[in-house]
């Protein structure tokens, strides 16, 4: 009897140690596929801080913005406005006072509330006499800002602006902390779906993702993710071939795109962006003082050209500072139209039967270098030297070029979408004055009435590719590569950045 049972329990023993090894068997396919939770992510340009509240660069929003940080509202991937800190909002009949109605349960990534309080504390920040905010000119057209409540922020401006709410969106205006702001360039903390964890410069920042997140129905599906800083484009090509990078969304060199196409891991997407491609003179400085001379050059250039060689076909021609994404587009590049015979022409005219020699300051992004070289053999059609000269982009540009205005030409690609007020500020680096644009401008913030506000935007695209301060080239498209089992990044880029929060991969 005994026998029985001990030979019963040695069976029994095996099979529940075979069935196990079954059942382990099944699930072991299931636990290999697994869908992954990191993601590394390629940029060619590193961010000089990490805080878009205080620096111009796009690649500082391309890391932070709508990942660690968030504003009162946010732009979609259709370039729509929409709530995010701000749940809702009111306007006044006169369009002076704007009520946001804010989100309540909040917090920052160090555990310190969101509020109004906070929500002025920002804004104010951005407006102060000190602040080096790179959208400082919006925030000085608030005439003030009340938190009457924890969930009320109400913004009054000194006059009606219709943009307010767009510009709120831009990575310059996200929410910041009290307590953390001043450290947000190195070590920022924000309300977004990501937390910093590290930044190893000169090669990459991590995140991971907020358990804490306060939109619960937004919960990212990626746990970590690594940006890595590759300038170089056979570089990044080896790396997403090799797997090292999982995804570039904006790849720098279009001419490798098609070795690409052949590869079962990889898809390539190409979509819009709002990165005009402009060769910014400065109007102060002869001979770029005269009207005739800038015109000159822009007869001496042919577009489609420069758009074949620099960027393998891949972009549109432009003649203003304005993209066709953009609401009132006009298609100017007829205005001054190529035409060498007629440049040269207009040249002597000015005074330079001759021509003259000037230094185009181009930084190393791909697209700067190509197109000056093409520029400059078309120059010398017209009897003009152009000299070209790397500048490391973007500490010496900014400081040479954007601070200083110490330069003749250079090149470089705009990115804020409908930016094409820059010509209007004062300081900026065309030095370019126009009393009559600036009117037109003025007229878009004051009516709100949209088929007006084409129109007028149709008026100042006219005025620029009249005067020509700056060579309008083309726009680039958003040429992206990435592993085929992902999904959630943006085809289309109405603001330069890498929103995360959808991203996650294909089981």
Same mark, same amino acid.
């Given at each position: ?40 992510? #390629? ?14 660069? $796009?690649?500082?929003?391309? @890391? ?17 406005? =929409? ?22 349960? @909040?917090?920052?990534? *160090? ?28 925030? =000085? ?11 009320? +922020?109400?913004?009054?401006?000194? /006059? ?56 619960? *129905? ?27 990078? *999982? ?8 001419? +490798? ?37 800038? /015109? ?10 420069? @758009?074949? %060689?620099?960027?393998?076909?891949? #972009? ?17 590049? %007829? ?40 520029? /400059? ?23 040479? $070029? ?10 470089? =690609?705009?990115?804020e979408p409908m930016d094409i007020d820059i010509y209007a500020r004062d ?16 007229? $878009?913030?004051?009516?709100? *009435?949209? %088929? ?26 958003? +040429? ?22 959808? $991203?996650?991969?294909?089981?």
């Amino acid at each position: 009897m005994t026998r029985m049972f001990s030979a019963r329990r040695r069976l029994f023993k095996a099979s529940a140690v075979a069935g196990l090894i079954l059942f382990s068997g099944l699930l072991a396919p299931h636990s290999a596929f697994a869908a992954k939770t990191s993601l590394v992510l #390629g940029m060619s340009v590193e961010p000089t801080g990490l805080d878009p509240t205080i620096a111009a660069p $796009v690649a500082i929003g391309q @890391v932070t913005w709508a990942n660690v940080f968030e504003g009162l509202v946010t732009i979609t991937e259709d370039g729509k406005i =929409a709530p995010q800190l701000a749940e809702s909002w009111d306007i006044s009949p006169d369009g002076l006072t704007y009520t946001f109605k804010l989100r309540k349960g @909040v917090t920052f990534h *160090d555990g310190e509330a969101f509020n109004a309080a906070v929500a002025k504390f920002s804004l104010d920040r951005a407006r102060d006499a000190q602040s080096v905010n790179p959208q400082k000119r919006f925030f =000085a057209q608030i005439d003030s800002i009340d938190a009457p409540d924890e969930a009320r +922020l109400v913004v009054k401006l000194k /006059q009606k602006n219709s943009s307010l709410l767009y510009w709120l969106g831009w990575p310059a205006s996200v929410m910041v902390a009290p307590k953390t702001a001043n450290d947000n360039k190195t070590t920022p903390i924000g309300t977004g779906p990501f937390k910093f964890v590290s930044w190893a410069k000169g090669d990459r920042v991590e995140l991971a993702a907020n358990a804490d997140y306060w939109d619960k *129905d937004a919960k990212p599906a990626l746990d970590k993710v690594t940006f890595r800083f590759i300038g170089d484009a056979q570089a990044q090509a080896a790396a997403l071939k090799s797997g090292d990078v *999982d995804a570039i969304p904006e790849f720098a060199a279009p001419e +490798l795109m098609e070795g690409f196409k052949d590869d079962s891991k990889l898809t390539t997407v190409i979509g819009n962006t709002e990165l005009k491609v402009v060769a910014g003179m400065n109007n102060d400085r002869k001979p770029f003082n005269d009207k005739r001379v800038r /015109q000159a050059l822009m007869m001496a250039l042919d577009r489609k050209m420069i @758009v074949e %060689g620099a960027w393998s076909g891949l #972009g549109t021609p432009i003649g203003s500072h304005y993209t066709p994404n953009d609401r009132g587009y006009i298609d100017l590049t %007829g205005k001054f139209g190529y035409d060498p015979s007629k440049a040269k022409a207009l040249l002597a005219d000015a005074g330079y039967p001759n021509g003259f020699s000037f230094t185009i300051k181009t930084p190393q992004m791909a697209y700067a270098p190509r197109s000056a070289e093409i520029m /400059q053999a078309m120059f010398a059609e017209i009897g003009v030297t152009m000299n070209i000269e790397p500048t490391e982009f973007p500490a010496k540009w900014v400081s040479d $070029v954007f601070k200083a205005g110490d330069y003749d030409m250079t090149i470089v =690609a705009h990115a804020e979408p409908m930016d094409i007020d820059i010509y209007a500020r004062d300081p900026y680096y065309f030095h370019y004055k126009n009393p009559a644009f600036n009117e037109v401008l003025q007229q $878009v913030e004051a009516t709100t *009435d949209p %088929g007006e506000q084409e129109k007028l935007y149709g008026q100042a695209q006219t005025i620029l590719a009249e005067d020509v301060p700056a060579l309008y080239l083309f726009v680039m498209p958003k +040429l992206g590569v990435w592993n085929a089992k992902l999904t959630g990044l943006w085809k289309d880029e109405p603001i330069p950045s890498n929103v995360l929060s959808k $991203v996650r991969w294909k089981d």
